[in-house]
C-alpha cells in the first residue's frame, strides 16, 4: 500500500493545475475517503502559493464521488491577498470526462507572534497503547489505526473520542490534519441504532498549531473528539478538535453529512 505522501503526489499541468491520482489505496465506502479530497485541494494550494504562509483554513465542498483509480486535477486560483493573508479556491475534477468532483476555499497567512487563549481543554482520557485497535472501513480504514476511547453506537450521546493515527509514518502537518478530520464516526450511528448510510456534504477544518507545536507530535496519535449539533431531514452536523498527546489543541472542524 501507498503511503500518503505518495497518494498526495501532484504534478504541475501548466500555470494554477496540478494533476494527481485518485489512489485506491484511500478509498472509503463509496469512492474516494473525504479526507483525502480535502487534503489533496490543501496540497495543491500549498504548491501554488508562498511555502512560507502557513494554511489557516480550509472549506471542502464534496460535489460528487471520487472514482478510485482515475487521474484527477486540481485547478487552484488565487481570489484575493493582503500582506498578510491569502484566500483561495481549488476545483478537483476527473480528467477524463471534467465532472466536479470537489470544490474548496482555503485561507494561507502569514502567522505573526501575538496573545492568545485556548478555551477547551483535554478531557482525561486513557494513553492509545491502553486501548483497543479499530480500523474504519475501506481500504483507506488500514491506512489509519484508530484506538476509540468514546465511540458506543445507539446510546443517543453523539459524543466520541479517539486516538488516530495515519500509518505511513510521515509527521503531521496540516495535509495530515485534513486528512484525519474526517476520520469521525458519522453522528447518526449514535442517536440510531448502529451505522448507516452516512456521507460528509461539507467540512471546514481550522488550523491552530504552530510549527514548533506541530515538529513536537512528530507521527504520533493525535485525539478526535467530537459531538453532534443536530440532526434533521436527512443532514447531521459535527463539531470537532484535534489534540495532541500532551494536550494542544491543534485544529477544530464543522462538518454537515447526509444521512438516511
Avoid: K
Avoid at 36 to 43: D, K
Avoid at 151 to 164: F, L, N, Q, R
Wanted: charged residues 20%.
Amino acid at each position: 500500500m501507498s503511503g500518503l505522501e505518495e497518494a498526495l503526489a501532484l504534478r504541475a499541468d501548466g500555470e494554477g493545475r496540478w494533476l494527481g491520482v485518485a489512489d485506491p489505496d484511500h478509498e472509503s465506502v463509496n469512492g474516494m475517503f473525504g479526507g483525502w479530497t480535502a487534503a489533496l485541494c490543501l496540497a495543491a494550494v500549498g504548491r501554488s502559493t508562498d511555502p512560507a504562509r502557513r494554511p489557516s483554513a480550509l472549506t471542502v465542498n464534496f460535489v460528487s464521488v471520487v472514482p478510485p483509480g482515475e487521474e484527477v486535477v486540481v485547478a487552484v486560483e488565487r481570489l484575493g491577498a493582503t500582506r498578510s493573508l491569502e484566500h483561495w479556491r481549488a476545483d478537483l475534477r476527473t480528467t477524463a470526462d471534467g465532472t466536479m468532483r470537489a470544490s474548496a476555499l482555503a485561507v494561507v497567512a502569514d502567522r505573526r507572534a501575538s496573545d492568545g487563549h485556548v478555551q477547551p481543554s483535554l478531557p482525561a482520557v486513557p494513553g492509545p497503547d491502553q486501548l483497543e485497535e479499530f480500523h474504519a472501513p475501506g481500504t483507506q480504514g488500514q491506512r489509519t489505526l484508530l484506538r476509540p476511547i468514546l465511540m458506543e453506537y445507539g446510546t443517543g450521546d453523539t459524543t466520541s473520542m479517539a486516538w488516530v493515527r495515519e500509518l505511513s509514518g510521515r509527521p503531521v502537518d496540516h495535509l495530515t490534519l485534513a486528512y484525519l478530520a474526517d476520520q469521525f464516526p458519522p453522528r447518526p450511528f449514535f442517536w440510531g441504532g448502529g451505522p448507516r448510510p452516512s456521507a460528509t456534504l461539507t467540512m471546514s477544518v481550522y488550523f491552530h498549531a504552530t510549527a514548533e507545536e506541530l515538529a513536537a507530535v512528530g507521527d504520533d496519535y493525535i485525539c478526535n473528539e467530537a459531538v453532534g449539533s443536530r440532526g434533521e431531514s436527512s443532514t447531521s452536523g459535527q463539531h470537532a478538535r484535534q489534540w495532541s498527546r500532551t494536550g494542544t489543541l491543534l485544529a477544530t472542524s464543522e462538518q454537515l453529512a447526509w444521512y438516511r
